[in-house]
């Protein structure tokens, strides 16, 4: 989430990001909103050293009629400072919730457009091979040789779901076990994660729902989301911490199931294992 002094400082460049990853926000709007609750968040600390202002004046021995204007005035305070409380809520409430869509800076270089077509290829690495007969998809191969039940997976739950047969459970087992033991032997340390998380450690990382193109799993009645990537968990692990410079790097490698609604995903450059939930 990009930070508010950042956006402020920034507002027009912010604004002109958003209409190039086409995300429709009203930059002026959060920046009204921040400035009104900045406001109240003046008057609430005023109203507060007032009324802690007035509290120590009553610890002093006083009169009664000495004392009384000091209790109406006490109430009067609190009840603008509740007044003024359940307005700065509000409104924090609608700022933080458009200051969370706002998406990350681009970099100068990368292409602006709406479509795949729209995209730059920067070089082609290695050469597409060429066969003396008709190739086959994964899809096509892997259904030949009874390792995929795509009918399964969608009678059970639905499209974009799959049963894993035979050999390639033991592939999918094998390529898990080969990547993590690769990386610990760079270094990293592995983890198996949890396959849920808080909703503010999903805000923190940057995975915020967008309308309806939303890759997050929602639980209802609860703080809880499914995680789509392992990088949530791993990156939760470490939040509301300060990490020591000689401490760095912190080289982790999660492993977990990985959640994704992959709403508007289509295609056959999506279909198979490519783009599944």
Sequence with gaps: MLD??????????????????NVDLDVPELLRLDEEVRGLNTQLDTVRQQRNEISNRMKKPLSNE????????????RDEESRIEEKFRGLKEQRDEIQRMIPNLTHPDSPI????EDNLPLREVGKVPEYDFEAKDHVELMEALDLVDFEGGAKVAGQKFYYLKN?????????????????????????MTPDLA??????GIGFNPRGEETQIYSIENSDLSLIATAEIT???LLANQIIEA???PLLYAGLSHCYRTEA??????SRGLYRVH
């Design 4 to 21: 508010l002094k950042l956006i402020r400082s920034q507002s027009e460049a912010i604004a002109e990001n958003c209409k190039n990853r």
């Design 66 to 77: 000495e004392r009384q204007p000091l209790i109406e005035q006490s109430k009067s305070l």
């Design 113 to 116: 457009g709406r479509t795949d």
């Design 167 to 191: 050999q390639a459970v033991f592939l999918e087992l094998a390529l898990a076990n080969y990547a993590l033991n690769l990386l610990r032997e760079e270094g990293f340390t592995p983890f």
């Design 198 to 203: 808080r909703n503010q450690i999903l805000d």
């Design 234 to 236: 791993l990156g939760g």
């Design 246 to 248: 000689d401490q760095l």
């Design 264 to 269: 508007g995903a289509a295609g056959r450059e």
